[in-house]
């Protein structure tokens, strides 16, 4: 997963948790089903009605046991049962609002079933987008890491037991359904369609997915005959074609090097509106965040490439071999972010990997500098450490043990350990076992200790020369003579915009940028215009010319600086740039509206002046409802309070429904904007006079904050 936000366990809760599980009875009972009980299948059907944002239906597990136990349980979170069945008759349970429970003992067998009828309505995994507004779009999405499937599918939450999935799911017809796996059969009855998926090999449940809306899709074939399958929202093939690029190309890539086939039938992914993450690597399914679909001109500032490739490395990183705990969680971002890079390599060449693994590193000495530093192994890391510094100890280590052994160790390890539980030395073992190397001072400095070998990872990385000149730069080792030959060369572009970054921060030499401008090249223009805060007059002329640039970033920054330094000519600027709308963010539509409002004499038309910024507020104030996506919202909260947004009540309205967003980072930010806003007494009262109108999440917040 990119963007990790999982559960950590704390070391020093550890002592009250023991301490709680002696006043909970039965609990320690069956808290280590797994692996006495082994769970091998589970045939679902299930119907979801996104109105009530309810799921209901029928699952069955077949189970072996393999030591008597007194219990046997499924994590079952917020559930009502209306039947539970073991081998063919009505079985007695209990249920605790977490677990359905099993009781009397059980004696060691195989071939057992257990068949439960349920209805759940989801608080989380499973999400509800768009279902309240005749206007959005409409679709139900999973999230099971650090969510749990449970909660919507009776189920095992512990990762280490692996279950072959088999789902079939009604919905309303109009609409195509996503699940792990290969699509066996579709069926239409009234209203609704029935999608039947088969699986054919054990997985974890945090893998289990599910992704309903309206989408197209491209299909292509890999090397080795597995089909890919990318969708896209109706109407988005071009921003389609841009996006899934180089996805084949990615995918033929990491089976060669990984050196085991792809261990699944088929490979699809999807994006989804509001996704909690950057990506999510479901077996066989990936989710991700829709702001990654672009166009043509967004794809060369933001691409889908890395997250494409880190979600399908885990397809066999996470999916085919799963950490035991996260003590080696590791294992698997670690190995999806370093092979992500390799993938990207493939594509962008060997000055982006290294340049890539540069900027972790630096980021991973400040943090051990200032004593933050953390083991890889630590259960309680940051994503930091699990993904760029995992990253980093197997870039380390393929340079210690040769390309060949470390091929045959990632091989063996993958091979042996297929659809089971991996802990650290497993890979370890087979790295020794390829290597011949004596590894256990490596894994010390690299796995166990906090702090971050800098001084090892840079005689590393400077062995890149682009790399070994961009710290020189940095060191300040380079002459202006030298820095003005690296702008003229062919040097990986980070370098080219230091040099104009730093030369333009103390003075501008207006002679010097202006031959920079007439360079043509899309990564000097664009440091341009981040570097020039304060244009000389006498490159007015040229800078103007990067609102034609084709690169929403520039254009969007040069927008912004032209006008806060040229406000006479603010109309001619907004009228050049009133066709444009940027990423799917709409930052750069956001931006003009705003200036657009702000600028007093716009448009130049005096008699429609009024009448056209009163549209315009609107299209903002649209902006921040629930009919966006929440990064569509989070851009128009940020200039909310300047262009006098928050006095209209539907968008302090739509403020508060965004304090109880699913996603915690816009509910996060949401709400330190409503925590400022209500420092003012005016805000206050507003708010108060709001809360009839609110629901029963929004009212039950805001009269929290309220008191």
């Known amino acids: 997963m990119c963007n990790l936000g999982g559960l950590m366990y704390i070391a020093a809760m550890k002592k009250q948790l023991w301490c709680l599980l002696l006043f909970l009875p039965g609990l320690e009972l069956h808290a280590q089903q797994y692996p006495d009980v082994d769970f091998t299948r589970a045939d679902a059907r299930l119907h979801i009605d996104p109105y009530k944002k309810e799921v209901s239906g029928t699952v069955s597990y077949d189970f072996d046991i393999h030591k008597p136990v007194d219990t046997v349980y499924l994590d079952a979170r917020n559930m009502t049962f209306e039947h539970v069945v073991l081998n063919g008759s009505p079985a007695?349970?209990?249920?605790?609002?977490?677990?359905?429970?099993?009781?009397?003992?059980?004696?060691?067998?195989?071939?057992?079933?257990?068949?439960?009828?349920?209805?759940?309505?989801?608080e989380k995994a499973?999400?509800?987008?768009?279902?309240?507004?005749?206007?959005?779009?409409?679709?139900?999405?999973?999230?099971?890491q650090g969510r749990f499937a449970s909660n919507w599918l009776?189920?095992?939450?512990?990762?280490?037991?692996?279950?072959?999935?088999?789902?079939?799911?009604?919905?309303?017809?109009?609409?195509?359904?996503?699940?792990?796996?290969?699509?066996?059969?579709?069926?239409?009855?009234?209203?609704?369609?029935?999608?039947?998926?088969?699986?054919?090999r054990p997985m974890s449940s945090y893998l289990l997915a599910v992704a309903i809306g309206k989408y197209d899709k491209l299909t292509e074939v890999s090397g080795e005959g597995i089909p890919l399958e990318s969708y896209y929202y109706p109407g988005d093939k071009e921003k389609a074609g841009h996006t899934y690029e180089h996805t084949s190309t990615v995918f033929d890539y990491l089976e060669k090097e990984i050196g085991v086939k792809y261990p699944w039938q088929n490979y699809k992914q999807a994006p989804v509106r509001d996704f909690l993450h950057a990506g999510m690597e479901n077996t066989t399914l990936t989710l991700f965040a829709d702001s990654f679909m672009t166009d043509a001109t967004g794809v060369k500032d933001r691409n889908y490439l890395n997250v494409n490739a880190h979600e399908m490395a885990h397809q066999w990183f996470g999916n085919l071999v799963t950490a035991h705990d996260d003590e080696h969680h590791w294992l698997q971002e670690g190995f999806a972010?370093?092979?992500?890079?390799?993938?990207?390599?493939?594509?962008w060449g060997e000055d982006y990997y290294y340049w890539k693994l540069y900027r972790s590193a630096e980021m991973?000495?400040?943090?051990?500098?200032?004593?933050?530093?953390?083991?890889?192994?630590?259960?309680?890391?940051?994503?930091?450490?699990?993904?760029?510094?995992?990253?980093?100890?197997?870039?380390?280590?393929?340079?210690?043990?040769?390309?060949?052994?470390?091929?045959?160790?990632?091989?063996?390890?993958?091979?042996?350990?297929?659809?089971?539980?991996?802990?650290?030395?497993?890979?370890?073992?087979?790295?020794?076992?390829?290597?011949?190397?004596?590894?256990?001072?490596?894994?010390?400095?690299?796995?166990?200790?906090?702090?971050?070998?800098?001084e090892e990872i840079m005689a590393s990385l400077r062995k890149n020369s682009f790399?070994?000149?961009?710290?020189?730069?940095?060191?300040?080792?380079?002459?202006e003579e030298e820095q003005n030959a690296l702008l003229g060369s062919d040097i990986y572009y980070p370098a080219k915009q230091y040099i104009i970054s730093r030369r333009n921060t103390d003075s501008v030499d207006v002679a010097w940028n202006r031959e920079l401008f007439e360079t043509g090249n899309f990564h000097i223009r664009q440091a341009l215009a981040l570097s020039l805060d304060r244009i000389p007059p006498e490159l007015k002329p040229e800078?103007?010319?990067?609102?034609?640039?084709?690169?929403?970033?520039?254009?969007?920054?040069?927008?912004?600086?032209?006008?806060?330094?040229?406000?006479?000519?603010?109309?001619?600027?907004?009228?050049?740039?009133?066709?444009?709308?940027?990423?799917?963010?709409?930052?750069?539509?956001?931006?003009?509206?705003?200036?657009?409002?702000?600028?007093?004499?716009?448009?130049e038309t005096a008699e429609s002046r009024e009448v056209k910024k009163a549209v315009w507020r609107n299209e903002l104030i649209g902006y921040t409802s629930d009919n966006y996506a929440y990064e569509v919202r989070r851009n128009a909260f940020a200039i909310a309070s300047q262009t006098g947004l928050?006095?209209?009540?539907?968008?302090?309205?739509?403020?508060?429904?965004?304090?109880?967003?699913?996603?915690?980072?816009?509910?996060?930010?949401?709400?330190e904007l409503l925590g400022k806003l209500l420092r003012e007494q005016e805000y206050a009262d507003r708010l108060r006079e709001l809360l009839p109108s609110l629901g029963d999440k929004e009212k039950n917040y805001l009269e929290s904050v309220l008191k």
């Open 92 to 122: 007695p349970y209990s249920y605790d609002g977490n677990r359905l429970l099993l009781t009397p003992g059980f004696k060691a067998s195989s071939g057992n079933r257990i068949e439960i009828t349920y209805r759940a309505v989801p």
């Open 126 to 144: 499973m999400y509800f987008t768009g279902w309240d507004s005749d206007t959005a779009v409409r679709q139900v999405w999973t999230q099971g």
């Open 154 to 200: 009776p189920t095992i939450d512990n990762r280490n037991e692996k279950v072959e999935y088999d789902l079939c799911l009604s919905f309303l017809k109009e609409y195509k359904v996503l699940i792990n796996g290969r699509l066996e059969s579709v069926s239409e009855s009234d209203s609704l369609k029935v999608w039947c998926y088969d699986m054919k």
């Open 337 to 347: 972010t370093y092979y992500a890079l390799l993938a990207e390599r493939e594509v």
């Open 364 to 454: 991973l000495a400040e943090q051990s500098d200032e004593g933050l530093g953390e083991a890889v192994t630590d259960p309680g890391a940051s994503s930091l450490t699990f993904y760029e510094k995992g990253a980093l100890v197997l870039h380390r280590l393929r340079e210690i043990t040769g390309d060949a052994a470390f091929r045959e160790a990632v091989k063996q390890y993958l091979q042996k350990h297929a659809y089971a539980s991996v802990v650290t030395s497993d890979f370890l073992e087979e790295a020794e076992a390829a290597s011949g190397a004596d590894l256990s001072e490596f894994g010390r400095i690299w796995l166990k200790d906090s702090i971050f070998p800098e």
């Open 467 to 479: 790399i070994n000149t961009y710290m020189r730069l940095e060191a300040g080792d380079i002459s």
């Open 543 to 603: 800078y103007e010319t990067l609102l034609s640039d084709s690169s929403y970033v520039t254009v969007e920054q040069s927008l912004f600086r032209l006008w806060r330094n040229f406000r006479s000519d603010a109309p001619r600027y907004l009228d050049q740039t009133k066709h444009l709308e940027g990423f799917s963010d709409r930052s750069l539509r956001i931006l003009w509206l705003a200036l657009a409002v702000l600028t007093p004499d716009y448009p």
């Open 646 to 671: 928050f006095k209209d009540k539907a968008a302090l309205r739509n403020l508060v429904r965004a304090c109880v967003h699913h996603t915690w980072n816009f509910a996060s930010s949401s709400r």
